[in-house]
């Protein structure tokens, strides 16, 4: 039985994730800091350690005390816009933690590293993005997400450790956390709906997206550490249909049954249109499930509507204010 540690297990991905690879037969370890996600969707039968990436300790000392095949780190803090603003913060956790587990994966001879990168290290470039692009990221979290997939590859080169890298985006469904009001269009809009505050979009609401549904990008990570072929490769994943966010937001009034006004404010620093082509991972794993917008919202919907209610938290440690998005403050 393989033993897998997934970073950010309680989280939104990393949860599906370990039930997935529970599923598959591994034994799991989830490693979260409960920072953004919960202890309860920890599923029962891995083993839970609260701690951070960021513990180069704890770190080495999880890996003395199992012997770990494969590493699947999900662990970050994903807020591409607020990541301006957080610099020291998104480089502790989203650079120095990722080194701190390549680390410990060379000195014990996992068998693969998989990590979830992002679309944001294509930055503003044209649309669909190919895994050929050369990144051009706009913002930290996007640098600090290339940077990681720098170092796999020097890695690989230096030390022989393998990995895959995907590269998803947008990713929706149950068990996101929904109270962040920096990450998460939709997740951010169902809030409002039910605090029955106003939708808020950032400029005019034109910018494009492609949301992906959370069962559909899951069991392709899970699969990744099994096909060879993969592995040193880096891979899009995600859903290939695009919408507007003005258009997103009448799509998950219909599926919450509520309605708000939209209110729109000044545009903030973000890339237009950010979607990508797939054809590479189809290539690899064959065609793929793609959920349409109208049912994953759907699901979604109906499990939002029976957890606890509880407003968004603002971020309490920013780092700098110029510029700030005044929603934001």
Same mark, same amino acid.
């Given at each position: 039985?393989?033993?897998?540690?997934?970073?950010?297990?309680?989280?939104?991905?990393?949860?599906?994730?370990?039930?997935?690879?529970?599923?598959?037969?591994?034994?799991?370890?989830?490693?979260?800091?409960?920072?953004?996600?919960?202890?309860?969707?920890?599923?029962?039968?891995?083993?839970?350690?609260?701690?951070?990436?960021?513990?180069?300790?704890?770190?080495?000392?999880?890996?003395?005390?199992?012997?770990?095949?494969?590493?699947?780190?999900?662990?970050?803090?994903?807020?591409?816009?607020?990541?301006?603003?957080?610099?020291?913060?998104?480089?502790?956790?989203?650079?120095?933690?990722?080194?701190?587990? =390549?680390?410990?994966?060379?000195?014990?001879? =996992?068998?693969?590293?998989?990590?979830?990168?992002?679309?944001?290290?294509?930055?503003?470039?044209?649309?669909?993005?190919?895994?050929?692009?050369?990144?051009?990221?706009? !913002?930290?979290?996007?640098?600090?997400?290339?940077?990681?997939?720098?170092?796999? *590859?020097?890695?690989? *080169?230096?030390?022989?450790?393998?990995?895959?890298?995907?590269?998803?985006?947008?990713?929706?469904?149950?068990?996101?956390?929904?109270? !962040?009001?920096?990450?998460?269009?939709?997740?951010?809009?169902?809030?409002?709906?039910?605090?029955?505050?106003?939708?808020?979009?950032?400029?005019?609401?034109?910018?494009?997206?492609?949301?992906?549904?959370?069962? !559909?990008?899951?069991?392709?990570?899970?699969?990744?550490?099994?096909?060879?072929?993969?592995?040193?490769?880096?891979?899009?994943?995600?859903?290939?249909?695009?919408?507007?966010?003005?258009?997103?937001?009448?799509?998950?009034?219909?599926?919450?049954?509520?309605?708000?006004?939209?209110?729109?404010?000044?545009?903030?620093?973000?890339?237009?249109?950010?979607?990508?082509?797939?054809? *590479?991972?189809?290539?690899?794993?064959?065609?793929?499930?793609?959920?349409?917008?109208?049912?994953?919202?759907?699901?979604?919907?109906?499990?939002?509507?029976?957890?606890?209610?509880?407003?968004?938290?603002?971020?309490?440690?920013?780092?700098?204010?110029?510029?700030?998005?005044?929603?934001?403050?």
């Amino acid at each position: 039985m393989p033993i897998s540690l997934v970073t950010g297990g309680a989280g939104f991905i990393g949860s599906h994730l370990a039930d997935e690879l529970i599923a598959r037969g591994d034994e799991v370890i989830v490693l979260d800091d409960l920072s953004g996600g919960l202890q309860e969707n920890v599923p029962l039968e891995a083993l839970f350690i609260h701690g951070s990436v960021t513990d180069q300790v704890l770190i080495e000392q999880l890996f003395e005390s199992n012997k770990i095949d494969y590493v699947y780190h999900l662990a970050a803090y994903a807020a591409e816009g607020l990541s301006h603003f957080i610099k020291r913060y998104n480089y502790r956790n989203n650079l120095i933690g990722s080194v701190n587990l =390549i680390n410990e994966s060379v000195k014990h001879n =996992i068998k693969c590293f998989v990590f979830t990168s992002s679309i944001a290290v294509y930055g503003n470039q044209k649309s669909p993005m190919i895994e050929g692009m050369i990144p051009q990221p706009e !913002d930290p979290y996007g640098i600090a997400k290339y940077a990681v997939e720098q170092e796999l *590859k020097v890695s690989k *080169k230096m030390f022989g450790l393998d990995y895959v890298i995907f590269r998803p985006h947008n990713v929706y469904g149950e068990r996101q956390n929904i109270t !962040d009001p920096y990450r998460n269009v939709i997740g951010i809009f169902m809030n409002q709906l039910m605090f029955g505050k106003p939708l808020s979009i950032f400029g005019d609401g034109s910018q494009t997206r492609a949301f992906s549904y959370i069962d !559909d990008i899951v069991p392709l990570i899970a699969e990744s550490v099994t096909k060879k072929e993969s592995y040193g490769e880096v891979f899009n994943v995600g859903a290939d249909d695009a919408i507007a966010v003005k258009d997103l937001a009448e799509q998950v009034m219909k599926a919450m049954k509520m309605s708000c006004p939209i209110q729109f404010h000044e545009s903030r620093n973000e890339v237009q249109h950010a979607f990508a082509s797939h054809a *590479k991972i189809k290539k690899h794993f064959g065609e793929i499930e793609n959920t349409s917008l109208e049912v994953g919202l759907e699901k979604m919907s109906r499990w939002a509507k029976l957890v606890s209610h509880q407003p968004t938290r603002k971020f309490e440690s920013l780092e700098l204010t110029k510029n700030l998005p005044p929603f934001w403050k």
